[in-house]
T-cell receptor, first 112, second 114 residues
Framework: GESVGLHLPTLSVQEGDNSIINCAYS??????FIWYKQESGKGPQFIID?????DKRQGQRVTVLLNKTVKHLSLQIAATQPGDSAVYFC???????????FGRGTSLIVHP | GAVVSQHPSWVICKSGTSVKIECRSL??????MFWYRQFPKQSLMLMAT?????????EQGVEKDKFLINHASLTLSTLTVTSAHPEDSSFYIC??????????FGSGTQLSVL
């Protein structure tokens, strides 16, 4: 079946820098995308979502960009903090029937 | 935000015994609950989808007789690992949804089978 994948398994940044985590998806029918954050030993936590009728959505310190032409999704974290250190997953859904498919995940390491 | 409680957070058991993991949506009614398995440094692998009052839908390769799922109410789903063996040791995570879009996850259960 089609899948969601990530470009970079590990991203190391300095505290205060901006972070960009990327995700490629292959299901052209996907119309709903979510980013989750998973801290060590815990369940994933919802960060932000975006629908396919948008190409950008902003939250608190986070922005999700969607490029449907190249099937690419990114999560931007502004002024990255040590508490942002975690694994980030993107997930996709289609047609209102959301059975989430998770990519590999990107480990974000923030150095103080 | 919506809260999903998962219990226990960790369990150690002997090979051959069964272990039950509970997943509760505390402040909303979950029409659908999902069970995942996660190995260290790997992604979440969907095991099954359960809807209240009906049989769970298992993903390919997941043994339904091994991983029994019960979704008896809109706020509770349970996963029972029957006759557990060391290869069943893993991190199990549940999630719940009311709108078939956003998922809210439990804190996970680390199962260690000796």
């Amino acid at each position: 079946g089609e899948s969601v994948g990530l470009h970079l398994p590990t991203l190391s940044v300095q505290e205060g820098d901006n972070s960009i985590i990327n995700c490629a998806y292959s299901n052209s029918a996907s119309d709903y995308f979510i980013w989750y954050k998973q801290e060590s030993g815990k369940g994933p936590q919802f960060i932000i979502d975006i629908r396919s009728n948008m190409d950008k959505r902003q939250g608190q310190r986070v922005t999700v960009l969607l490029n449907k032409t190249v099937k690419h999704l990114s999560l931007q974290i502004a002024a990255t903090q040590p508490g942002d250190s975690a694994v980030y997953f993107c997930a996709e859904g289609a047609g209102g029937s959301y059975i989430p498919t998770f990519g590999r995940g990107t480990s974000l390491i923030v150095h103080p | 935000g919506a809260v999903v409680s998962q219990h226990p957070s960790w369990v150690i058991c002997k090979s051959g015994t069964s272990v039950k993991i509970e997943c509760r949506s505390l402040d909303f009614q979950a029409t659908t609950m999902f069970w995942y398995r996660q190995f260290p440094k790997q992604s979440l692998m969907l095991m099954a989808t359960s809807n209240e009052g009906s049989k769970a839908t298992y993903e390919q390769g997941v043994e339904k007789d091994k991983f029994l799922i019960n979704h008896a109410s809109l706020t509770l789903s349970t996963l029972t690992v029957t006759s557990a063996h060391p290869e069943d040791s893993s991190f199990y995570i549940c999630s719940a949804s009311w709108d078939h879009e956003k998922l809210f996850f439990g804190s996970g259960t680390q199962l260690s089978v000796l």
